[in-house]
């Protein structure tokens, strides 16, 4: 089955340089936010190639074929979640990147989950959120300013 993996960062806010050995983490583009941890494996004018380390993300899976609303639906639930809707009640930091899985007809939202948390995270209420440990992944970054639209993601996949 094929599928995509869009990683933004919160409002693909700024346009993004390379992470090179010899710089500090994290990088300017994760905006002051925390984000998770990868080693940059190759970088060209047109891409990174990265390696993300296994963590644990918070989840919502949106159907439908428009991956704006998709992706606007997802990032609601998951606002809630970190904003205290959650069995403990707490809030929990924003991080970045926002994952977003597309394959047919259905579409996967994610947070990153804040290193403090990643042992134990709040148990969502909504039964439709949920924690989901992602494996260590190799991703394909193209970067660009601005907020991306779907057309965005067609043009830099």
Not at 35 to 58: G, L
Not at 93 to 119: C, I, K, R, W, Y
Request: one cysteine or more; charged letters at 15%.
């Amino acid at each position: 089955m094929l599928s995509l993996l869009i990683v933004t960062t919160l409002a693909s806010l700024a346009a993004t340089s390379p992470v090179l050995p010899n710089q500090t983490w994290p990088p300017s583009f994760c905006n002051k936010l925390e984000c998770p941890k990868y080693t940059m494996v190759k970088s060209t004018a047109d891409y990174e190639e990265r390696t993300y380390d296994a963590a644990k993300w918070t989840s919502t899976m949106v159907s439908g074929t428009d991956l704006d609303k998709a992706s606007s639906a997802g990032f609601r639930k998951l606002f809630n979640y970190i904003s205290g809707e959650n069995k403990e009640k707490v809030k929990v930091n924003m991080t970045a990147p926002v994952l977003t899985m597309v394959e047919p007809g259905q579409f996967t939202v994610s947070f990153f989950v804040p290193f403090a948390d990643q042992a134990n995270p709040p148990e969502p209420t909504d039964p439709t959120v949920f924690t989901n440990p992602l494996a260590q992944m190799s991703a394909f970054v193209s970067s660009f300013p601005g907020f991306a639209s779907g057309q965005d993601w067609i043009e830099h996949s």
